[in-house]
């Protein structure tokens, strides 16, 4: 008998004449309403995150301000990331194509993305490595992630994200820099993903 | 109203001043408890050591003795806690046990439960001029769910001062056998609350479980702290004219 | 029959592991200090939730069902995963767990993995494994780092090296890290910050070169075939996305039935776990994901065995978010080595002996490692009544035969209103005699504590004289 009919098997003896229970969803759900800016950029700022809020003709300003102070030169941009943001910025922007390798993408000074979905109440960002976005490895390896969040991606609460992502999309929440709480339980920020997280909420 | 007095196995044999406060309590708020003599123990020690089939034998004869009264009144949130939480899951779903179970069930309170939900008091004209903390042991706290009505109580008490008891809701180490089994952790744990209960400055501890207190009151006392243990019952019994004694 | 293995082996009775834990300031100390700010944190974070009791509500019930249904759902993952270009794997135990994936490793003619924090690979013991066959397993998360680095075991389910504190594992990086790769900064110093970048800079390249990566999951959904994982610090990602074949060993517990149980379960597991609204990377991912090869292995190792029981079945709800441990008074005294399994603290005292069995003097004294004090069932996000499970398992503990006896005795005198009383007499008659220490067993007691007077007379005897003090 192979281990899968030997598993099934087992599960389905174990379980004979087990009645099955109610799920009760009285939970809030999705709320189907905006997500408040004000309080997604508390809660992003919370993770130690920089955080800016802008209004639309002031993105490429800020933008390379942002990459300015930061000293990055060299900043991968994803396909399909709005031209007209990266206008004012003097850096190189660098193409993941034909793909960058991992030393590539070590040797870059940042990365520069939109996103899928931010979730106020949490302050996290959804990438689904969409037009802007790209492959996961391009927000991971470089030290330096700068994430442009337009208004209409923010939603309320997590049952909001997850009723509007495609899960056969590789996804990666992201709630601050990266972190540990491995040393007596206290949260430290920066170890291998980016330590320097920066987020742009264009309202 | 036909109330019963489940005094417990450990306040019958070793803190009768308690079941004695209880009494004349409640005789003072102008009710006659009765003392089912057939009554000796709920079999908690039993059921938590893992010996099931005394334990339902001591749930039976419990029943059997409480069944029929209106109110059956328990100075112990731990023992409480057994008959309300555990009884019915040793009795079944049927048959006569089960059915005597489910008519106890209902009508057993923690004394502190039938003083403010049943009688409808917070002040039973107690006085007890001593500096007072209050430990709300395991039972009380997390399985019957006494939540604030020792304290609303004490509050009302004369000449009382209540200091609040640092990290109040962690459990004392006793654990009915596990204070013999696992003796170093029972008093470790111990150690902790006895250093907090010590932090109060107050000169007696009450809670309204005589089993934590005879824990807690035993590190207390080998310390020689001076800081005694007292029931809560024998608190709320005292007046200014008349102790417990 | 087979004792199914969890990682370690099992030896001493938890109380005397526990006796020597206590004595340990520094552990006591470390313990004290993380459970208390883990615990804090994880208050402040639930209590922000307006909707936690319905969400614990819902966690529960989801996770009931899907046990229920469990065979349905397994078969659902394995059709979802294939569709979407994985290959997915059974494992009736731990041994061929690790046959499968060491298989698998050999086929891509590698000799390295890294891997992503996994508590099924611990079970298994499957760096071992693959150390025999001639694979090298390093470990990328922190606290695994410091344990492997340590030659240590874990003691912990979220932190495993929560028993060491900055000093320690400064010391442990200062001098291990060589053995291991990059070594550690001669200036280290214990500041979290400067350990956290040893780690990053200890693990930087090897993420960048290794073509092999092995990770568990927190969720696996039915319906889509979608992996999860939950992590901080990105060594993660590093493992899900750098390699070429990734290979997931997962317990068949895990399994989820909807991509929207995920809305329930990312609420409950980050705030119950690193007291954290949300942590700060998670992972999703559907079969091949970006041209990777992706493998599934589907574990058993004890958990059919556990889904047979009535009782403790609701063991197997967990997870594995550590509230339980981290609020744990036993947990925070002993630490987590006491327990003799990688599943230690309150979920561990029901999951290992069900597990593993009661045969071993270990596994037996597993249940009675708690004072029955509830803080553990009221945190635990699935509803898991952990003292329940508790007591059900003392019931089917073999009994050492004085206690056996006592137990009689007492039962016994109980069983008769007249013997108690006779019983209470004969104590107030001979209360002078009464030892200040008790022998044998009951010396436990009177070894830190003194034993409360005996009264002249009982309750039921005064009522009796007094006519209930009307007389
Ligand atoms: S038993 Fe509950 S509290 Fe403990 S680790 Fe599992 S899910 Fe968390």
Redesign the pocket.
């Known amino acids: 008998m192979s281990s899968r009919d030997l598993i099934l098997g087992r599960v389905r003896r174990a379980l004979a004449g087990v009645p099955d229970v109610e799920i009760t969803r009285a939970y809030r759900g999705p709320s189907d309403k905006p997500g408040d800016i004000r309080l997604f950029e508390e809660r992003v700022r919370d993770y130690r995150a920089v955080v800016h809020l802008v209004d639309e003709p002031g993105v490429a300003e800020r933008v390379a301000r942002s990459l300015a102070e930061r000293g990055a030169r060299r900043v991968v941009v994803p396909a399909g990331f709005p031209a007209p943001w990266l206008a004012a910025a003097d850096v190189e922007a660098v193409a993941d194509d034909p793909p960058l390798s991992a030393a590539e993408l070590d040797a870059v000074d940042g990365v520069i993305t939109t996103c899928a979905v931010a979730i106020a109440e949490t302050g996290t960002i959804v990438l689904d490595a969409g037009p802007g976005q790209g492959r996961r490895a391009l927000t991971l390896v470089p030290d330096y992630h700068l994430c442009v969040v337009r208004a209409a991606e923010v939603v309320a609460n997590v049952p909001d994200a997850v009723a509007r992502l495609v899960p056969a999309r590789p996804l990666t929440w992201i709630s601050g820099p990266s972190a540990t709480s491995d040393i007596e339980l206290n949260r430290v920020e920066g170890v291998h993903g980016p330590r320097t997280l920066e987020v742009l909420i264009v309202t | 109203m036909r109330v019963a007095l489940f005094v417990t196995c450990v306040n019958d044999t070793l803190f009768p001043d308690t079941g004695r406060a209880v009494v004349r309590l409640l005789r003072r708020l102008g009710v006659e408890a009765d003392f089912p003599r057939a009554q000796t123990c709920c079999g908690q020690m039993h059921a938590n050591t893992g010996y099931r089939d005394e334990a339902v034998r001591l749930a039976r004869r419990s029943v059997a003795a409480l069944r029929g009264y209106d109110a059956v009144v328990v100075p112990s949130g731990s023992c409480a806690a057994m008959i309300r939480e555990q009884y019915p899951g040793l009795a079944g779903s049927s048959g006569p046990f089960a059915d005597a179970v489910a008519q106890v069930v209902p009508k057993t309170y923690e004394l502190t439960e039938f003083l403010v939900d049943v009688l409808g008091v917070t002040d039973v004209g107690a006085y007890f001029p001593h500096r007072v903390t209050y430990h709300p042991t395991c039972h009380s706290l997390r399985g019957i769910h006494l939540g604030d009505r020792p304290l609303t109580l004490l509050r009302q008490v004369k000449g009382l001062e209540l200091v609040p008891l640092p990290g109040a809701e962690e459990c004392c180490g006793f654990g009915g056998t596990f204070a013999l089994k696992n003796a170093d952790v029972s008093a470790a744990m111990c150690a902790d609350k006895v250093r907090a209960v010590l932090d109060t400055g107050a000169e007696v501890l009450c809670a309204a479980d005589n089993s934590c207190l005879m824990h807690i009151g035993g590190m207390l006392g080998r310390q020689r702290s001076g800081v005694r243990v007292t029931h809560l019952a024998e608190i709320l019994c005292s007046t200014e004219t008349a102790g417990v004694r | 029959m087979s004792v199914t293995f969890l990682g370690m082996p099992a030896e001493r009775p938890f109380p005397r592991n526990a006796a020597r834990a206590v004595r340990d300031s520094q552990l006591r100390f470390n313990l004290r200090k993380a459970t208390r700010t883990i615990r804090a944190r994880r208050a402040s974070v639930v209590a922000e939730a307006p909707d936690w009791a319905e969400l614990r509500e819902a966690g529960r019930a989801i996770k009931e069902h899907t046990l229920r249904n469990l065979d349905r759902y397994l078969v659902r993952l394995e059709e979802a995963v294939t569709a979407a270009g994985g290959h997915v794997h059974w494992a009736a135990d731990g041994d061929e767990a690790n046959r499968i994936v060491a298989g698998l490793v050999k086929a891509t003619g590698e000799t390295e993995v890294v891997k992503v924090k996994s508590m099924a690979t611990q079970e298994i013991g499957l760096n071992e494994a693959l150390h025999e066959q001639g694979i090298t397993a390093y470990e990328t998360d922190l606290a695994e780092l410091i344990v492997q680095l340590g030659d240590d075991r874990p003691s912990h389910?979220l932190v495993p090296a929560i028993h060491r504190n900055r000093a320690e594992i400064r010391e442990i990086f200062a001098e291990h890290m060589a053995g291991w790769g990059r070594p550690a900064p001669g200036d280290l110093t214990d500041e979290p910050a400067a350990l956290a970048e040893a780690a990053r800079l200890h693990l930087r390249e090897r993420f960048l070169k290794t073509k092999v990566a092995i990770s568990g999951a927190n969720f696996a959904i039915a319906e889509t075939g979608t992996l999860v994982v939950l992590e901080s610090e990105g060594n993660g990602r590093m493992c899900l996305t750098l390699p070429r074949t990734l290979i997931s060993v997962v317990g068949i517990e895990k399994v989820l039935p909807a991509w929207r149980d995920l809305e329930v379960f990312l609420q409950l597991l980050p705030r119950?776990s690193t007291g954290e609204r949300m942590n700060p990377y998670t992972s999703m991912w559907t079969g091949a994901a970006e041209g990777q090869e992706f493998h599934l292995v589907l574990l058993d190792n004890g958990r059919t065995g556990v889904l047979a029981d009535e009782v403790g079945r609701q063991?197997l709800?967990?997870?594995?978010?550590?509230?339980?441990?981290n609020v744990c008074p036993v947990y925070e005294r002993t630490g987590g080595h006491a327990y003799g399994s990688v599943y230690p603290?309150?979920?561990g005292a029901i999951l290992t002996p069900q597990l593993r069995g009661m045969g071993s003097e270990l596994d037996r004294s597993l249940p009675y490692a708690s004072s029955l004090c509830g803080a553990?069932y009221e945190?635990?996000?699935?509803a898991?009544d952990?003292p329940s499970v508790l007591v059900d398992l003392r019931a089917r503990a073999p009994h050492p035969w004085p206690e056996r006896a006592g137990m009689a005795a007492a039962g016994w005198v109980f069983e008769r209103s007249g013997r108690l009383a006779r019983l209470q007499r004969a104590g107030g008659r001979l209360r002078r005699l009464m030892p200040r220490r008790l022998p044998g067993p009951l010396g436990g007691w009177t070894d830190t504590r003194d034993l409360p007077e005996v009264p002249k007379e009982s309750f039921r005897d005064w009522w009796d004289r007094t006519d209930g003090g009307r007389r």
Do not use: F, T
Not at chain 3, 317 to 325: D, E, F
Not at chain 3, 379 to 382: D, F, H
């Open positions: 389910i119950s063991a709800r967990c997870i594995r978010c550590s509230a339980c441990l603290g309150p979920i553990c945190v635990c996000p699935v898991i952990i």
